[in-house]
Structure formats: structure tokens, C-alpha cells
């Protein structure tokens, strides 16, 4: 019963703010250097959630998923909440953000040698910098461009730079907010 009152009064708060939602999806290609074990080139996915506070300021959360291509079966994920502050409120703007949370580095094991497959979750911390642009296909439709440092504290340290580039749609947009 809580968690219904709590959903519904939730859905009417956000019927009358002012903040906007977005969905925003990357193509990802990442450099990653781990130390004593070098993996060059790797690609991968992200998605974004969130909303406006106002013009300068969103919050949301993000997911990601990168492969690699020297070991076919290394990928890191990541679950991270995500704040991004707009320097600029025009149709070209530029942001820096600060992401922090979950990464999970997984290698599958190779059968043959007996090797099994292996997890290993670790706090990690993600600061970008990018740009926001209006796409022309839609008022609602943006480009997102974006070049991030990840920086993930496991037993041997991770670091991953990455360059992004992908849409994001908002929803409901007034003109005070995006």
C-alpha cells in the first residue's frame, strides 16, 4: 500500500514540475589500459535516463556494456547514477559530467583449459566532458557527443577512455528547461 501512495504521488509531482525526462542512448569507442595487462580497442553501448532540473542541470542514471577485441570474452558493464551541468542554454551546448557506481568486469572462461568464467564488481567513477546539439530532425531530438575517462577501483585498476556519440529525446519539453 505504501509503494502505491508513494508511486502516486510521485506521478502527480512530476505531472506539475517542470522537469523534463530524457532517454538517451551511445555508441561507445573506448581505449582501455589495465594495468599489467594492456587491451587496446572496444566498443559498447550506453543508456541514459533522467530528467531536467532546470536548464543547466539533469540527474539520471546509466548503464553500459563494452566488448573488447583482443578477448573475446572480457566486457565490463556498469550501473552509475549521473549528474551533467550545461554551460550554455542555446541550441549548441556544451557539458561536463560526473558519473559514480557499480562496474562488473567479466571474462568467460575458455573450457578447453579449464578455465572458468570470472566476475568482479568494483566502485568506479566516470568524469566527461561533451556537447549537446539540436539535431533538426525533430524539436524533441538531440545529438549527444561525448568524451569520457572511467576510472574503476578493482583489485588491478581499470582505466577506460572513451568517446560516445548518440541521441537523446526529451519528453514534454518546455522552453525553460531544454
Known sequence: M????????SILVLSYSNAQFYVET???????????????????INLNTG????????MG????HLWFSCF??????????????????????????????????KFTGIPTFNIS????????ISPSVGILFTSGIHENLFVNTELTYSHIFAEREVRLIALGIGLQYVFNKSKNTL
Open 2 to 9: 505504501k509503494k502505491t501512495i508513494l508511486l502516486l504521488a
Open 26 to 44: 551511445n555508441l561507445i569507442f573506448t581505449d582501455h589500459e589495465k594495468v599489467h595487462m594492456p587491451i587496446d580497442f572496444g566498443y559498447g
Open 51 to 58: 530528467y531536467a532540473l532546470n536548464e543547466k542541470i539533469n
Open 61 to 64: 542514471i546509466s548503464t553500459q
Open 72 to 105: 573475446k570474452g572480457y566486457t565490463i558493464k556498469s550501473l552509475e547514477v549521473q549528474a551533467k551541468y550545461y554551460v550554455l542554454s542555446k541550441s549548441i551546448r556544451p557539458f561536463v559530467s560526473i558519473k559514480t557506481g557499480m562496474f562488473q568486469e
Open 117 to 124: 568464467d570470472e566476475f568482479k564488481n568494483s566502485f568506479g
